[in-house]
């Protein structure tokens, strides 16, 4: 692969000739390797310093110095490089010797063709217990981190159960109540609770105990050891359900001095409220964070409200500011807050009646000590007269008004505040370019590290339509992005002479017949992250200073769209960030989640799809409620297809060869690979004629095909296209001669063709080994071709790969021909019940309306039903019903212990009790690798009431 390094390979051997066919072995494999030949004890030592080889290869017996001394001073040396045997002859006995010694592999020297396969292997693992340990150090360093914070941070830290009971206090508490560490441990935090503070802060708690996850704030007084009554700040957060957690978590820090300050502000502003009414002067008090502007009875009148009308928010506030005022607002009081200088705007206010006023506002910011703004407090008058008397001058401005009400009906419009990216961005273009008369807007991004940008979107207005993806390299035009880092704007009046921009002439701007440009940098969270581009096509024009300041606001605009595309972004890749941050782990977090979805959602499939049939065995006439439940047994099946398909992607799912049609198969799945992929490739869907059937388990297609869609997904940069085709095919002898493991026959073809970047000879020859990727860290697991491979060699099948690099990878699967042509159907439901019995039956099931279900079933059955709704209540009725307990029927995930402890449990009592388990997937408990184990009984949740009925009477009967 490019970018790596040959390997240092250190050879322990006496015979030159026999290192020399060695490394001819390793070369004829393809790998690219440096050597070097020792063969004492003295020159390992010192080759092992000077060379630092990544692998030792040794003979196991030599004349002075034998393979195991050298793998002793190899480990003394460095345990983590791979340490292998290559020997003339060894037995059986002596291999096992070496392995646990720590060497790595052995390999005969009359089989030196396996010797690169031993290699690489060596080295994998290797990487994999060095990536391994990294990680561990990580989350080490992450623990100790977290636990300085909360031992030296300023803010207080207790745990509370569901009563107020202190739990664990941080070492914060001691030091801002002043009691005695541990003091307080074991008593009610009540207890110190300001009696005025008591049934408002307990009434809040209550709220908070009963809801798992609620979060409240508030502020209360707390009692000090020394009797001082203390204001606290506090959030309050139920994590009760947390496993590691389990209490509910009270963060809080002093704020008495806050709130004296506070207090004395009032006070002071009080006295300035009643000098400044005499004045006729209106003042605000604006608290940023909170988003609650406070404003005096004059400042009320101002603007035409009526005593107590004003709602206090910035967006009230806004309503009656003129829209063509508004963004130069908005846009002083950001510059003011980042200057931190005085704020001072003249703006117009329109009263509800229509009429017109002039306001003239000045203020003052002030910060915490992060430098993040806290308030803004001023003084408002009114300057209406004074306005209509100013000189007609300001007719001058009237283009620069026009852009601005542009600017305020994007703001406003539906576009600008969804939240589609793609199309805020075209939305934006369309109207610049309409605004300026601009012939091309487009708005380009940086990529590859800065050093090229990339089209995001080209408006073409005389065209009216959209184009994207065409890209310029940074070594190609250096004065351009030269200029984009030091200009706030590239102002070229004539393009073509311009220093930034003449580089594009002959290239770019003669070819197209643009004259003018003007370019806006694009920054995003303060960072340069793309241009806006305005270019006029036919004669030059002078660019107007409204012409580059409505272009800046345009940029602005972009900007904060930009951003907010990023968030959402940021926020969709976080979970597939810390997925992707442990390859084995990822795999096992997604299992565990599926496993837990499937168990609750096939818990409440089952309480459904169980009323419905008890519901249906009534003698109901047609015109009835029939028709209805039946169409909600249908939605409830259709969902637990749903719920197996997830189990599928998780690998939780017992696998169930079925005879299908994959046509059908492939159809169902279109409208979840089109999400997969995305809007920007095309996804094409061709279904063979007459298909033959294969035998398969369907969930196993889906792995296959959402797999192989993801990988051709990475492969297309920007637009693309991917195709899935189905053929039969029948291949013969010619055709299988050619291709290795290939077996002539009858075979289903499912092909699936990307036009992505494709992929070199050397890659196509390593995708299918575990572990091995072609993205970058944390990007890919290496696992999703190897998991193809597999499930196709599990069906017999072959797998067939053509990829070249700029054009694209086609995967052509082959399956074996079913003998069978007529595809498994779901049965019909039976309507008549199954056969039932008279036996005794302990039914275990934690979710109560399972329970209740399951037990009407089986008692309408005639059985004699026990019921518990926990372990411990399943093992207290065992031990205390007098008679027998022939079957139980149990769930296999619940909290106290899991289905299979419990049946060991009571078996171990009750040794000729039959055992049937349940469950929405049978995971590890029962089952491995997704089948059951050897003589296991089991029900997949949700099932109806004839599938109960056969079940238990297998299990009785067996």
Same mark, same amino acid.
């Given at each position: 692969m490019k970018g790596i390094r040959p390997l240092r390979i250190l050879f322990v051997e006496d015979n030159p000739r026999d290192a020399e066919l060695a490394e001819a072995a390793l070369a004829r494999e393809g790998l690219s390797f440096t050597a070097r030949r020792v063969d004492t004890q003295d020159s390992l030592l010192q080759t092992l310093t000077e060379f630092q080889p990544d692998l030792i290869i040794s003979d196991y017996a030599m004349p002075d110095f034998d393979g195991m001394q050298a793998l002793a001073v190899s480990l003394a040396h460095d345990p983590n490089i791979p340490f292998i045997i290559l020997t003339g002859s060894m037995n059986e006995e002596t291999a096992v010797a070496c392995l646990r010694g720590g060497v790595w592999d052995y390999v005969l020297k009359e089989n030196l063709s396996r010797l690169a396969h031993a290699v690489k292997e060596a080295l994998a693992h290797r990487d994999a217990r060095v990536a391994r340990a990294e990680a561990e150090e990580a989350s080490r360093m992450t623990e100790r981190r977290l636990r300085a914070l909360i031992e030296n941070g300023l803010d207080s830290i207790s745990l509370?159960?569901?009563?107020?009971?202190?739990?664990?206090?941080?070492?914060?508490?001691?030091?801002?109540?002043?009691? !005695?560490?541990?003091?307080?441990?074991?008593? @009610?935090?009540?207890?110190?609770?300001? %009696? !005025?503070?008591?049934?408002?802060?307990?009434?809040r708690f209550a709220r908070i105990a009963q809801t798992p996850g609620a979060r409240d704030t508030g502020q209360f007084r707390l009692l000090r050891r020394s009797g001082?009554?203390?204001?606290?700040?506090?959030?309050?957060?139920?994590?009760?359900?947390?496993?590691?957690?389990?209490?509910?978590?009270?963060?809080? $820090?002093?704020?008495?001095?806050?709130?004296?300050?506070?207090?004395?502000?009032?006070?002071?502003?009080?006295?300035?409220?009643?000098?400044?009414?005499?004045?006729?002067?209106?003042?605000?008090?604006?608290?940023?964070?909170?988003?609650?502007?406070?404003?005096?009875?004059?400042?009320?009148?101002?603007?035409?409200?009526?005593?107590?009308?004003?709602?206090?928010?910035?967006?009230?506030?806004?309503?009656?500011?003129?829209?063509?005022?508004?963004?130069?607002?908005?846009?002083?009081?950001? $510059?003011?807050?980042?200057?931190?200088? %005085?704020?001072?705007?003249?703006?117009?206010?329109?009263?509800?009646?229509?009429?017109?006023?002039?306001?003239?506002?000045?203020?003052?910011?002030?910060?915490d000590e992060n430098g993040r703004p806290q308030r803004m407090r001023g003084v408002v008058t009114e300057t209406t007269d004074r306005k209509q008397a100013e000189d007609q001058v300001r007719l001058s401005r009237d283009t620069l008004l026009a852009e601005l009400q542009v600017l305020a009906g994007i703001i406003r419009s539906e576009a600008f505040s969804g939240s589609d990216t793609e199309q805020t961005i075209r939305s934006l273009l369309e109207a610049d370019a309409r605004q300026q008369l601009v012939e091309r807007v487009?708005?380009? /991004?940086?990529?590859?590290?800065?050093?090229a940008i990339r089209c995001f979107d080209l408006y073409e207005l005389p065209q009216d339509r959209h184009t994207s993806g065409m890209g310029i390299e940074k070594q190609d035009y250096p004065a351009y992005f030269e200029a984009l880092l030091s200009e706030e704007a590239i102002v070229a009046d004539d393009a073509h002479s311009h220093s930034a921009t003449r580089e594009f002439s002959a290239s770019y701007l003669t070819p197209l017949g643009i004259s003018s440009m003007l370019d806006v %940098?694009?920054?995003?969270?303060?960072? /340069?992250?793309g241009v806006l581009c305005h270019e006029r096509v036919g004669?030059?024009?002078?660019?107007?200073?409204?012409?580059? /300041?409505?272009?800046?606001?345009?940029?602005?605009?972009?900007?904060?769209?930009?951003?907010?595309?990023?968030?959402?972004r940021v926020e969709e890749e976080r979970n597939k960030l810390q997925d992707q941050l442990l390859q084995v782990q990822k795999m096992d977090a997604i299992g565990r989640l599926a496993g837990g979805v499937a168990h609750d959602f096939n818990n409440m499939l089952q309480a459904i799809l169980g009323h419905v049939d008890i519901a249906l065995r009534a003698d109901l006439p047609e015109s009835s409620l029939k028709g209805d439940l039946l169409a909600i047994r249908q939605a409830a099946m259709h969902s637990a297809d749903l719920t197996r398909q997830l189990l599928a992607f998780a690998r939780k799912q017992t696998i169930d060869p079925k005879v299908l049609d994959l046509n059908d198969t492939v159809s169902s799945m279109l409208r979840m690979l089109q999400r997969l992929i995305g809007e920007n490739i095309q996804l094409i869907w061709t279904p063979g004629y007459r298909l033959w059937r294969v035998r398969i388990d369907p969930t196993q297609v889906n792995q296959i095909l959402a797999n192989l869609t993801v990988n051709a997904r990475d492969a297309i940069s920007g637009v693309g296209r991917l195709t899935i085709e189905t053929s039969n095919a029948t291949l013969d002898e010619a055709y299988c001669e050619e291709r290795v493991g290939f077996v002539?026959?009858?075979?289903?073809?499912?092909?699936?063709?990307?036009?992505?970047?494709?992929?070199?000879?050397e890659t196509v020859e390593q995708i299918f080994e575990p572990f091995f990727t072609t993205k970058g860290i944390g990007e890919g697991t290496g696992l999703g071709l190897a998991t193809v491979y597999g499930i196709?060699?599990? @069906?017999?099948?072959?797998?067939?790969?053509?990829?070249?690099?700029?054009?694209?990878?086609?995967?052509?699967?082959?399956?074996?021909?079913?003998?069978?042509?007529?595809?498994?159907?779901? %049965?019909?439901?039976?309507?008549?019940?199954?056969?039932?019995?008279?036996?005794?039956?302990?039914?275990?099931? !934690?979710?109560?309306?399972?329970? /209740?279900?399951?037990?009407?079933?089986?008692?309408?059955?005639?059985?004699?039903?026990?019921?518990a709704s926990g372990p411990a209540e399943a093992i207290r009725l065992a031990s205390e019903h007098p008679g027998g307990i022939h079957l139980l029927i149990t769930d296999v995930i619940m909290p106290e212990m899991d289905g299979r402890e419990l049946g060991n449990r009571l078996h171990a009592a009750r040794p000729s009790m039959k055992l049937l388990f349940m469950s929405g997937y049978t995971a590890n408990i029962i089952a491995h690798r997704g089948i059951l184990e050897a003589g296991i009984r089991f029900i997949q949740k949700p099932f109806n009431i004839t599938d109960l009925g056969k079940k238990v009477r297998e299990a009785l009967d067996s």
């Open positions: 509370l159960s569901a009563d107020g009971t202190l739990l664990w206090e941080s070492p914060a508490v001691v030091r801002n109540l002043e009691y !005695d560490e541990n003091q307080f441990l074991g008593r @009610n935090i009540f207890e110190i609770v300001h %009696p !005025d503070d008591l049934v408002w802060t307990q009434g001082e009554w203390r204001w606290i700040e506090a959030i309050v957060t139920n994590l009760l359900d947390e496993p590691s957690v389990g209490a509910i978590v009270i963060n809080y $820090r002093d704020i008495t001095d806050r709130k004296q300050a506070e207090e004395a502000l009032r006070e002071s502003e009080s006295r300035l409220s009643l000098a400044l009414d005499a004045a006729h002067m209106g003042t605000f008090d604006w608290d940023i964070p909170n988003n609650r502007i406070t404003w005096s009875r004059w400042h009320e009148e101002l603007w035409g409200y009526t005593p107590g009308e004003f709602v206090g928010t910035y967006e009230a506030f806004s309503e009656r500011v003129h829209p063509e005022d508004l963004p130069l607002i908005n846009a002083e009081i950001q $510059r003011c807050m980042a200057s931190r200088e %005085p704020y001072a705007r003249e703006y117009r206010v329109v009263w509800p009646d229509g009429s017109m006023h002039w306001i003239q506002g000045r203020g003052e910011f002030t910060f487009s708005l380009w /991004l940086f990529v590859q590290e800065g050093t %940098p694009i920054h995003i969270h303060g960072k /340069l992250a004669s030059p024009i002078v660019w107007s200073p409204e012409q580059r /300041l409505f272009a800046i606001s345009i940029a602005n605009l972009v900007s904060l769209a930009l951003e907010q595309g990023e968030r959402n002539p026959g009858e075979y289903v073809r499912l092909s699936v063709s990307d036009n992505g970047c494709g992929m070199s000879k196709v060699k599990q @069906n017999e099948g072959f797998i067939q790969v053509q990829s070249e690099t700029g054009k694209g990878t086609t995967f052509q699967i082959f399956f074996p021909r079913c003998g069978s042509d007529l595809a498994d159907q779901t %049965p019909e439901v039976e309507t008549e019940m199954p056969r039932g019995g008279t036996e005794t039956i302990l039914l275990v099931e !934690d979710e109560p309306a399972i329970l /209740l279900i399951g037990r009407r079933i089986l008692e309408e059955l005639g059985y004699t039903v026990l019921a």
